[in-house]
């Protein structure tokens, strides 16, 4: 009772099992048959590999995705593994193989050149040549007659012959010809044009040396036979751009850019502060809401219940007679207006982000044209925001579940798309987890279906399942509990958890050592040491990084009272003037720190962060390593957390990450203060004065051994 | 342009993405609707989870499976999470609450009552009703107005009592009735009837009382709106009989069993041993093949390459002309008496394991009659075993890719069909990590499809992925690492790999101090302390367990070489004849521990083992714990590690794992030695002597504390 075995590669991971819950439910026992389809290699553990495959994981155009995974076979036979990849707009799948690590687990990757979804999946086939050639190699050394071997040899490589292209092929015949006719074994001489496949030289004219060349080994493998290959489900990698990786974050409040006088800011003196911008090195501009702002229980200064005449109130609460999410504040502008500034930016390589806060105030014309957008309640009101006892009365939430959901749904998208043909390629998302996943999850697919080159940035502090949920489901990027990290053993485990577990391939961070919401206690109280240091860890730890300003760098620092996080004369609720020629502005050594970011693309990935130990918890340190075949980018990092005394202590580099040798001294080149020191294996001693500056960011350099090192990942 | 929205409970999880990517490839871009079916909560993360929910966990009958998710909704909202399960042959889902644990995540379980497949998901819906109270009782702290609030909670209930039984229903009418008519707001009284639905007594008559009462949160908890539901994929969980999971196995030689002179043993000396076998506690006993052994090529004593005259041969080469693996060894006797031997074992709780080696000798019927399920040479010749340049010329292994492989498989399958028609239900199966995995999947979801009873045990001592590939598929049980595990630091963090991550899940290791392939170093040079100790560690860290005897327990020690781990005059190639009447006997001790076992529930389950700290590298101690509502039982083993000195230390008792309270004292009660010591909290000395016992098994009561306490998973 011969079945032919049907020889569809498939990943033999799924077929049995269901086969027999099928069974258990539906019929009876009764002998099953042997599975139709199988093969021998089990593919397992791919990574990355988001929600079981159920979502993409994220990428960027000119990186490249690394993937693992498990791939064995029973018995003793080698494998071959390759990634194959493609574009989801193409039909061709390249190859790229894979090398082993530790414990069957395999790695490969493949480049990314466009935006969009990249499908991946890893193929292992069995390598009946490497596996008959160690085998020859064990027969021979036992001096085994290899009479029958050979033929059985001549046999692998004709059937390859037969897959190979035509150089290929011709090989490969002239060598099974001669595995077949050797009489003297391994030592005969092979033909002038089958020795030039042996490596090195002189050439060698031995079956012995062909055989066990390198080139051979790796054409074989290419030619492994697919049909005993088995090949994983496909997964997904979304290709961002770039920016979506490496970008330094600006945001200020447009009403207070006006210069002198206390006025009303427009969007025009927003383009007259782009130089500004510029040279600190900012490449995002992130304005809050530009929206007209309600005037009903509009909020007063410092968040007073209401507001006295002539306060501005909160550009969060959208929505006045003037319009809605798709109209611009009268007293900022026209559209024109907002076009101008976003084109003059994006012509300086700053894109202007604006804030998706999807919510009305009282005065929204939603609520007079779409009441059933909102919650009522059984007194026929419209229910406000509140998180109880506390009460937002300038602010109606959005009801996503109404009976008219859909209709609400695609409005939002629209005022997304309104924004994107406006020019605007970054959105930052206030709140996004006081709206349904399901929603976001289409809005950011369906914007993203027409233009992947947009990016949303997650404004949510909230619990960690929540924030990685919204990752997930597709934000770009995500504020993150940075801002609260302050010790060592707190930025070393939090840091270490964004980039080295699986959470690295779905979650962007973007640390912000301040908001409008957020005035930290360090900042409160370190002074300008404190905020050098935030801005540093923030702009080293992470590929992207934010500030809000000018309060960050004219280092405001009063809190609206002891304990509070909220700024003193918040600029939410009152147009503010800032001398930006004040004495204290950080903005020469913010500019400083982004141009090292430019400079040094270590410094523009996350992937290769790695903390090294250092004798005292004040002193904290890590590399970041950007391969390179011209010689290896690597900066290391040093940072004083303690903001009012000079802290000293001995760091261990750990040469094996950032790929140097220990017998050689290295070049630790300060960008910051242009210093330069010579370090050796193991301990090196630093000293941060916090109040010269509390920080160094070394490019190490080994001279004598300038070329590449191909170093493992961290 | 309203969309009604489906109420198609689904998970949240699968849609959009795929939506996404169908479009990317099948369509140009174009907006896409939002989804026709959503839901808020998300649940994910569901353990166990088995390659991805493809496979099923394993659980036995007696047990319950404990379920984890994470389970979050956006806003601040309630959930309510349920496990929801049902025996595969049911069509009946049973509901069965969990509590929340940190990060969202919750924990629930199910009780398993019959063998076979069991499916279960995890369901979160948002509990309208606890977050309306939870945000009432802030605003009435607060003294806000409770009018319009009391009326919105009215309508939750009277939607919640349109779902209820009759009994709830007129309870929950009442309570409406009472939320809408309430005049001085909580502290209003209510009808006599309602207020018996308060908690504790006197009967609470207040609104309040009623409102915030545990019993309303529970009703209202189970009422939650189904339709505001998320539900997650379903899982599975195959159930296995108890024995899959406590089992003690025990092995032997048939042919040794002759008592006196060195004949050959049959199966009716086999039971005339199990007076023996049972003394000692067993509850498997397993023996090598019992098939006709092959004559060509047949090895010698100490594995000599070919036998003498006379010389029984290897039983792993199965197959001569009086027949292949449905026949058994003429020597041994007769098919009625092995039947004979399996009915009598029974009948002691014993069931008897036998070995499916699925190889052939060269004198298998199969090569005559299936020569195409043999892999052949380019010379025509079969080829035998081989691990190159090492040659089993006496075995020759299917080749379960031939052209005819269905066949073979089919045959196969006949054989495990025919033992288990002999009333075999355990097989022990030899190196099934060089057959397919794909063979294996199939075979034991053959077999378990019909016989769900039917225990598989891995005899795989490979590498780490392929075992663990091997338990995924199906193998109820598998050989572990242990037998070269023997620092205190390999066992605690060997034994947490197997007990404490999602390798528990499926793969239930069996722990063997020896094998009659592997006579360990530490056996080979401990004396009786290694003896016991190494019983000791096997019975209590692991619920299922094994030796090979008679070698064991009358400590053979003698490798056939120095350096070799092969036993002396090992059976495989001779029959020997064993003393049980030596002292050496460790035969009483083993029936100690057996009974210790037997008596211990704690010692029947592995998912509560917990290393506890000690002073000495020399002493290693672990807890594992039952809960029991009549009191917990607690069995803390300690062990000397040292064979050859008296080792003292101190043991700190981890208090939260074994559900102890900290100011009173407790009992240790060595179940060896019958000794009782009274301990405190803290550390508590520990002197053993491997000269006497090496070990203390001890039952650990804290008499003033004996009701069950709940503790916390270790």
Redesign the interface.
Known sequence: ?????LRIPVC??????????R???ESP???????NN???P?V?AVRPQV??????AKTTVGDYVTVEA?A?V???ESLVCDVRARH??SGKWTSHRMQPLL??RWRGSFPVAET??YRFSVRARIDEFATWR???K??S??G?DLT?EL??GA?IVERAAARARAGQRRMLELLAESLRSSRSGLHQTVSPELATWAPGTPVSETLAGVLFGDLLGSVMGDLADPDTGTTSEVY?AFADVAKARFSSWYELFPRSTAEGAARHGTFTDVRRRLDYVEQMGFDVLYLPPIHPIGTTARKGREGAPRARKDEPGSPWAIGSPAGGHTAIHPELGTLADFRSLVSDALARGIDVAIDLAFQASPDHPWVREHPEWFKH???G?IRYA????KRYEDIYPFDF?S?????L??AL?DVVSFWVEQGVRIFRVDNP??????FW??LI??IR??SPEVIFLSEAFT????ME?LAR?GFTQSYTYFTWRTSKWELETYLAELTCTDKADYFRPNLWPNTPDILSEELQTGGRPAFMARLVLAATLSSSYGIYGPAFELQEHLPRSKGSEEYQRSEKYEIRSWDLESPANLSAFIGLVNKIRRDHEALQFNDRLHFHPTDNDQLIAYSKVREDPEGNDVVLTIVNLDHHHTQSGWVTVDLDVVGFSGGVPYTAHDLLSDARFTWTAGSNFVSLDPLVVPCHILALKQEDNPSAVTVGAS
Chains 1, 2 share one sequence.
Not at 433 to 438: L, V, Y
Not at 463 to 466: E, G, H, S, T, Y
Request: aromatic share 8%; glycine share 8%.
């Open positions: 009772m011969a079945m032919p075995r033999v991971e799924t077929g049995v099992w269901f086969a027999l819950k069974r258990l439910t026992i009764s002998p099953i048959s042997p599975p199988w093969s021998r089990v397992r929600d079981g495959g159920r979502r993409p498990d064995f029973d018995g003793h989801a707009t414990d069957d969009g979804l160690d085998d020859l064990e027969r050394s036992a085994q029958v033929r059985v046999d997904g309640r059984p007194d009101t509140e998180n109880p006892p579940e009976q008219d959901w859909s209709a749904w695609l998208r987890h006081t709206k349904p996943f399901a999850d289409w697919s369906s279906a027409g619990r960690p399942r929540v949920q489901i």
